[in-house]
């Protein structure tokens, strides 16, 4: 577990971390991928297993080559004896077919661990971050998710497939080449040795630079992704308030920003390059000339120099490479590292370790001695302050909460559906405590209807079976009939197999809310929530909806949040709320009666209909 500071999502955006705090996200990441091999062991010792010999056989082709030069052409030539050339003309085939064609395998193997690891890595993202409480999304914004889930299984693939790949490959040739060379010839090899010292230099320059400026074309790029999303998003906000000019100018200042950071690390790509090619034909020119002045003394064979310069030449190619690996390598580290937050993220609202079942609930909800706040501390809701300490709600009541925009209506309503904890006291249906309640009884008997209503890219059918998932396309009607949404579906292009596009495209507001009036209908719940659900109904519609609320709510206890007090008539009780409290309780008639916050409500309602 990491410390306090650091733990899950917390502390992403800092920009510097304390050593503890380092090391226990890099553990924290190291465990992760640790996790997520494991099974894969075989495929991945088997991996390095090809790649090695595929390497080391590639490495024995300069040798080869220096021995048949030296040794086996001149008895060929002198002695007419063709036996050893053609030996070594078949090693050096056989060793170049054998390690190009484990080079293809190598290739498939690594694609392969990096697939498994993507595909696990997505699967455990997508999984856990669907199941985490409504508490993480509130506060995680979509854009964020949006980048663990893409740019950051990018880079994290990148490095696998690409970069991994090459660093392999040019570190074991260039570790076999290297004692190829001191096995043929020492004294080429501490040449190369010695121009070693400024290759060192040039690629430590080059991997602090471009770190910096990968390191900015990755917040840039995360800008730019969060700059799309959030227009996206809100788009008829966009349209409606002529945003776009304004949008236009932020996105492509963002954009050139973008453009700028890769152009910067472009140009370090200018230095290295030409560093490299001028290092390694430096290299070349002095193995060249040293073993040039020896094979004139006679004290070197020029096919042992044929092959020294080769190898100095094969050290070189892939040395680039490295470079790359070391970017690479830094944002998959920083994108693991994320990912590996949020997978440490824990869900607030815990499933019971005993869970109580309560496969019939009556509907009876009690609040005892509830408080509550969001995690920024502020406590929102406070009945243990309300006149009674506890509030009952029997099974089958019909019950309204009406109070001022931010009085903690909706929070209530959260604590009942258990998206939310409180943070004192406790909410119990049938005497039993949420928190120990079974999750699919209580998903089964407390349901949910927001303003959003959201439908899910299908059919209208598929999106009202949502509440009951074995539904026969006759129970599916008939709760579309007992809401009132039979005609308007049945006037749509396919009916009830029509599909609706993402976010309900084909369909109304109205319509959407009637769908998920059906869905609730249909799941048959023994405790109905309704938060601002019926907002988007036109009054005709409404006061159908009226007789559908009425059918919809009987024989459930029903709890219904609604400005418009025309909702609020068909409720048995009404609580008033203000500042996370309850300040009246009764029924309608009670409290027009009583002259107090709701009758003036009530009376201010009937003037606006006069
Ligand atoms: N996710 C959240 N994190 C932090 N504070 C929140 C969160 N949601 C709501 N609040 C705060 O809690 C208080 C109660 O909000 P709530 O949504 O319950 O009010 P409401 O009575 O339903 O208001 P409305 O009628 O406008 O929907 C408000 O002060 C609000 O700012």
């Not at 002695?79 to 063709?82: A, L």
């Not at 292009?493 to 197999?497: C, F, H, I, L, S």
């Given at each position: 577990m990491s410390p306090e500071t650091v733990?899950?999502?917390?502390?992403?955006?800092?920009e510097h971390y304390t050593r503890a705090e380092s090391r226990a996200i890099r553990r924290r990441s190291l465990r992760l991928l640790g996790a997520i091999l494991k099974p894969l062991r075989r495929l991945v010792l088997l991996t390095m297993v090809v790649v090695i010999a595929s390497t080391a056989l590639r490495a024995i082709g300069p040798t080869l080559l220096a021995f048949g030069i030296d040794e086996a052409l001149p008895r060929a030539v002198d002695?007419?004896?063709?036996w050893p050339a053609i030996g070594i003309g078949a090693a050096f085939l056989a060793t170049g077919g054998i390690g190009a064609a484990l080079v293809g395998w190598y290739v498939v193997l690594i694609a392969r661990v990096t697939q498994a690891v993507m595909l696990e890595l997505r699967m455990r993202i997508f999984r856990h971050t669907q199941r985490l409480s409504l508490e993480f999304h509130e506060g995680y914004t979509s854009g964020r998710i949006i980048s663990r889930q893409t740019s950051d299984l990018e880079s994290i693939q990148e490095l696998l497939h690409g970069s991994l790949n090459e660093l392999v490959d040019a570190v074991l040739l260039g570790t076999f080449t290297l004692i190829a060379l001191f096995l043929i010839d020492w004294r080429s090899g501490l040449v190369l040795l010695g121009f070693g010292l400024p290759l060192v230099v040039l690629m430590w320059w080059f991997v602090r630079e471009s770190q910096k400026g990968f390191r900015s074309t990755r917040v840039v790029s995360a800008r730019l992704i969060v700059q799309f999303v959030e227009t996206m998003t809100g788009i008829r906000a966009v349209q409606a308030f002529r945003r776009e000019k304004r949008n236009d100018a932020v996105f492509g200042r963002v954009s050139d920003d973008y453009r700028r950071a890769n152009v910067r690390v472009i140009r370090l790509f200018g230095a290295l390059d030409p560093g490299l090619i001028l290092l390694a034909n430096l290299t070349i020119a002095v193995v060249l000339l040293w073993g040039g002045l020896r094979v004139m003394d006679a004290g070197l064979a020029i096919g042992v120099l044929l092959a020294a310069v080769l190898y100095v030449r094969n050290f070189f190619g892939p040395i680039e490479d490295v470079a790359m690996f070391l970017n690479s390598y830094q944002s998959a580290a920083a994108a693991l590292e994320k990912v590996s937050g949020v997978l440490e993220e824990e869900p607030t609202v815990r499933d019971p370790a005993a869970p109580v079942r309560l496969s019939a609930a009556r509907g009876a909800l009690s609040f005892e001695g509830v408080r509550f706040g969001y995690a920024n501390g502020r406590t929102v809701l406070d009945l243990a302050e309300s006149g009674q300490r506890d509030l009952v709600l029997p099974a089958g009541q019909t019950v309204a909460l009406v109070g001022t925009?931010?009085?903690?209506k909706s929070t209530l309503a959260k604590l009942v559906a258990r998206f939310y904890d409180p943070s004192e006291g406790r909410v119990a249906l049938d005497g039993v405590d949420l928190r120990d309640l079974a999750p699919a009884d209580l998903r089964r008997a407390i349901v949910m209807v927001t303003q959003e209503a959201y439908l899910f890219s299908g059919t209208v059918a598929d999106n009202i079976a949502l509440g009951k998932p074995d539904a026969t396309s006759d129970e599916i009607r008939a709760a579309a009939r007992a809401v009132g949404a039979d005609a308007f579906i049945e006037s749509l292009?396919?009916?009830?197999?029509t599909d609706v596009n993402k976010?309900?495209?084909?369909?109304?507001a109205g319509q959407r809310q009637l769908i998920s009036f059906a869905r609730a209908f249909l799941a048959d719940p023994a405790v109905l929530i309704l938060d601002e659900?019926?907002?988007?109904?036109?009054l005709p519609s409404e006061r159908q909806v009226q007789d559908a609320l009425q059918r919809l709510l009987a024989d459930r206890t029903a709890i219904i949040i609604a400005h418009r007090l025309s909702t609020v008539a068909i409720a048995d009780r009404v609580l008033v709320m203000e500042h996370g409290r309850v300040i009246e309780d009764g029924t309608p008639g009670e409290l027009i009666a009583s002259g107090g916050k709701f009758a003036g409500l009530h009376a201010a309602w009937e003037d606006s209909l006069a």
């Open positions: 733990r899950g999502t917390r502390g992403e955006d800092r002695q007419g004896d063709w925009t931010g009085a903690g292009p396919d009916g009830y197999a976010r309900g495209g084909r369909v109304s659900a019926t907002a988007s109904l036109d």
